[in-house]
């Protein structure tokens, strides 16, 4: 069953706690982003991917980082330094080499709160 | 000012109802449109997909680029309340741009009995 998975759907947050946020994708996609969601402003970019053990900062990376040491995983770190983390995000994948016809493929979304 | 306009809504229709959802953008690099759909609480799934001026349909579903006005609609026809979720415009240039997608800010749908 391939797909992307989010891991937790939910998450809290003390202040000043750095938290991390799971995304796992079996697509075989070489391309991976994390987007952050709040209402009325729709998905913002906040890292991406293309290949294994590179990444680049999207438009609100600041209070951020990431990681990918494998194809499968991107995992996102929201910092103590990220003042306003509660949203809801969203990781995505796309299959990098068909670039006129690229879906990008979301997962169902985690929902973090500070507390 | 944001390189893609969506108005927020929210848009409250009846069953049967014809829905238009709009955006506007200003980037001319702006090739590849696309229509999300994302109920409550869930991961957004692309709808539609077009790269020329023109329409595009789709069952109950039309999407239509104006690229000479920036301008992209979506047309739902015999709208059900099955239809009623958030709908995300989003585009991207040309070249290796892959999945760095521009969104609206959604519109929120309700489509009632």
């Known amino acids: 069953d391939g797909g992307i998975t989010q891991s937790p759907k939910y998450l809290f947050r003390k202040e000043g706690q750095n938290v991390t946020l799971s995304c796992e994708q079996n697509l075989n996609h070489d391309a991976m982003y994390w987007y952050r969601q709040d209402p009325g402003q729709g998905l913002r970019l906040i890292y991406y991917?293309?290949?294994?053990?590179?990444?680049q900062k999207g438009d609100i990376a600041e209070g951020y980082s990431v990681s990918r040491e494998k194809k499968e995983s991107f995992p996102l770190t929201v910092t103590s330094a990220q003042k306003n983390p509660t949203a809801f995000y969203l990781c995505?994948?796309?299959?990098?080499?068909?670039?006129?016809?690229?879906?990008?493929?979301f997962g169902q979304g985690t929902r973090l709160t500070v507390v | 000012q944001k390189e893609v306009e969506q108005d927020p809504g929210p848009l409250s229709v009846p069953e049967g109802a014809i829905v238009s959802l709009n955006c506007t953008y200003s980037?001319?690099?702006?090739?590849?449109f696309m229509w999300y759909r994302q109920y409550s609480r869930k991961g957004p799934e692309l709808l539609m997909y077009?790269?020329?001026?023109g329409n595009k349909e789709d069952g109950r579903f039309t999407a239509q680029v104006d690229k000479s006005s920036k301008y992209i609609s979506l047309f739902i026809r015999d709208s059900q309340p099955s239809d009623s979720a958030t709908y995300l415009c989003a585009m991207r240039g040309g070249g290796t741009s892959y999945g760095k997608l521009t969104f609206g800010q959604g519109t929120i749908l309700t489509v009632h009995p």
């Open positions: 995505a994948t796309t299959k990098r080499g068909i670039q006129e016809n690229t879906e990008a493929f």
């Open positions: 991917s293309q290949i294994v053990n590179d990444f």
């Open positions: 980037n001319s690099a702006f090739q590849y």
């Open positions: 077009t790269y020329s001026s």
